[in-house]
């Protein structure tokens, strides 16, 4: 049985065939759709009075992931800065001007940043296996 999500990239619902790829999860494969609400498959039962999961559908997926990408190279990481190291730096303490949220790839530079997304995230080795799923 089919189920909906909403696609929140560009605001529309979306039918769905019982897994879905997230990659902002960190999901390479496809996986089951479970209920937000009764944490079980949707397959399993009747949802449709259930809460719908937001993702990206898959014509808008790949316009997601690129918007993070850049978003994570031009904003500051959060969470893993202590105020002593001062933001912006690699494992060797080199300092970078962000990262690919994807790929993990640090640059150092905006050129960096801009070879990186360059033709569509070419140069990114996560986004392009997205692309080939
Ligand atoms: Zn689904
Ligand atoms: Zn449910
Ligand atoms: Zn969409
Ligand atoms: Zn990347």
Redesign the pocket.
């Known amino acids: 049985m089919s ?1 909906r ?1 909403f696609c929140d990239f560009a605001g529309h619902e979306w039918e ?1 065939s ?3 790829l997230r990659p902002l999860a960190g999901d390479l494969e496809p996986s089951t ?1 479970i209920c937000l609400m009764h944490q079980v498959s ?1 397959d399993n039962g009747d949802h449709s009075e259930c809460s719908i ?1 937001l993702l990206a559908c898959p014509e808008h997926r790949e316009e997601q992931l690129a918007e993070m990408a850049i978003f994570g190279a031009s904003y500051p990481p959060q969470g893993e800065i202590d105020a002593e190291s001062m933001m912006f730096k690699d494992t060797d303490g080199k300092a970078i001007v962000g990262f690919c949220l994807l790929c993990d790839k640090d640059f150092y530079s905006m050129e960096d940043v801009e070879a990186h997304n360059a033709n569509n995230l070419s140069a990114c080795a996560v986004f392009q296996g997205f692309k080939n799923n």
């Open positions: 189920h999500h769905c019982g897994t879905a759709c949707m999961e």
